[in-house]
């Protein structure tokens, strides 16, 4: 998970084709370096070693794996210990220059060009060394480069989902990590307010500031260098801004590095928009405020949501990291438009959701008899609105609430298997419905026969353009994200400028 630290202070690089020959090429460069530095030829090192010279430049070159004990007669020879021969740092800065581009000629990257082998030599002047191995970093980091299309997202989406169903969405590290942050700052229990998450900002070495505008699809942009985070002075719709400043020093807290791909750059977000859910919602105090509504049978998201102060969709996706660890609770959560489209998705009791052959679930149709659909037509908008569903592999009860955005609106749900309604607020509705989705098409998907009877073929709707589903994804680290702009952005609000 995103938690591990995963900086780095290298540009990435072509990967060689076993961790073997990357050893090999390291432990050459470095006899070089030191039979060199000892002011000795190929010539005296080999005679030393009772061996031909042209078996020690092998050695040197990588090319020949030295016997254990010829490498301690080696150090012997070169004055050095076992340990200083094989240490893993490169020598210098030019050795470690020559075993990236050996490296990359030897990868299958580099075959796959065709291009001519460029020999790796003491004669290669040092800037052709460093133009060289620039273009293969470059080359690898195009070949890397952010999500090419909307399968490849699907594809991260579906591994990422499988993961946090694996570890029914709980991730104790990160519970860690925002836990020890409100001991530092002397939080109890409550809503985090404004004040305590500056303070948060402030033991953590950050200053805050609001700007009047930010670069084109970012929600906050972090100046590394001056500790500087910077924020959106007025908030878009829905958006909270201790959320959004916790999810930015999340960045820093969990060690991200730039993700070298859109997996990468999934398993970050989903891992500070968690960081950012325990610091709001601290696991000490809300898996105990859940486990005595349990207790009550008043389980309720809104409760949650109003105990903490936050939305009530972080509120539902809290719920799914404390309920199967905290309450013994398998769960679903889902976000869908009003036109019937998953845009997220959560499940670990077995629900039978509709996927693509890549088992993606987003961007999939759910069945209009689903309480994320019939949601929508409830008259009641002040209370949440429950159901049971009967479907082909069990009764679910779900509790929904819809929520309005710029693009339509949305409904919020979490559902539970049958015998676990018991436990939560409207667990005794009456309302039920009867799904055959996503199995049988004429559950909803095809029109009823004596629709289909009169109008089949006699219906032409001009159907609205998806123009999105056609483009590639966006290209980047950061997708969406104009580097420029930020770089621009961060230019302009230099300290002292």
């Known amino acids: ?26 432990l050459g460069r470095r006899v070089r370096h030191l039979r060199k530095q000892a002011r000795m030829t190929l010539d005296d090192v080999a005679e030393r070693l009772d061996t031909a010279p042209s078996q020690l430049s092998l050695l040197e070159n990588g090319r020949r794996e030295p016997k254990l004990s010829q490498l301690t007669q080696l150090a012997a020879t070169l004055g050095v210990s076992l340990d200083d021969l094989l240490g893993a740092e490169p020598p210098s800065r030019r050795a470690a220059l020559e075993i990236e581009l050996e490296k990359a000629q030897r990868g299958p990257l580099y075959s796959a060009l065709g291009l001519p082998t460029v020999r790796v030599s003491p004669r290669l002047p040092l800037d052709v060394l460093e133009s060289l191995v620039s273009l293969q970093r470059e080359l690898w980091r195009r070949m890397e480069e952010q999500a090419a299309t909307p399968e490849e997202a699907r594809r991260a989406n579906t591994e990422l989902r499988g993961e946090m169903r694996a570890r029914n969405n709980h991730y104790p590290e990160i519970e860690a990590e925002a836990q020890g942050l409100l001991d530092a700052v002397g939080h109890g229990d409550g809503p985090l307010s404004h004040h305590v998450v500056a303070d948060i900002a402030d033991h953590l070495g950050y200053t805050v500031r609001f700007v009047s505008s930010l670069p084109h699809s970012t929600r906050s942009v972090t100046d590394q260098r001056n500790r500087i985070v910077y924020l959106a002075q007025s908030r878009g719709e829905g958006q909270d801004a201790r959320s959004v400043l916790l999810q930015a020093l999340g960045h820093q807290v969990l060690g991200h590095a730039e993700p070298q791909d859109y997996s990468e750059f999934l398993r970050q977000r989903v891992a500070t928009n968690y960081f950012a859910a325990a610091l709001l919602m601290p696991e000490r105090t809300a898996a105990p405020f859940l486990r005595e509504a349990k207790s009550r049978r008043e389980l309720a998201i809104e409760d949650l949501r109003d105990a903490y ?16 660890e905290h309450l013994g609770i398998t769960c679903h959560f889902q976000k869908v438009h009003e036109s019937g489209i998953i845009h997220k998705v959560y499940e670990n009791d077995g629900v039978n959701f509709p996927a693509d052959h890549s088992g993606a679930i987003e961007g999939q149709t759910v069945c209009r008899w689903w309480t994320s659909r019939t949601v929508f037509d409830a008259e009641d908008k002040f209370r949440s609105f429950n159901q049971f569903t009967d479907t082909a592999v069990g ?11 710029s693009s339509g609106q949305y409904s919020l749900s979490i559902g539970v298997p049958f015998e676990h309604a018991r436990w939560f607020r409207g667990g005794d509705t009456s309302e039920r419905t009867r799904s055959r989705c996503p199995d049988d098409p004429s559950c909803c998907r095809r029109p009823p026969d004596e629709l289909a009877a009169v109008w089949e073929g006699q219906a032409w709707p001009a159907a609205r ?22 770089y621009e952005f961060l230019e302009r609000h230099r300290p002292g400028e």
């Open 395 to 405: 009764t679910f009860w779900c509790t929904a609430r819809t929520e309005g955005h």
């Open 1 to 26: 998970m995103a938690a591990m630290d995963t900086r780095s202070e290298a540009a990435p690089s072509a990967p060689a084709e076993g961790d073997e020959e990357l050893d090999l090429v390291a």
């Open 465 to 486: 353009a998806n123009t999105h589903l056609l483009a590639a994804m966006p290209q980047g680290a950061f997708p969406g994200v104009d580097t420029t702009e930020v």
């Open 309 to 324: 102060a936050v939305s009530y969709e972080s509120a539902a996706h809290r719920f799914t990291n404390l309920a199967t």
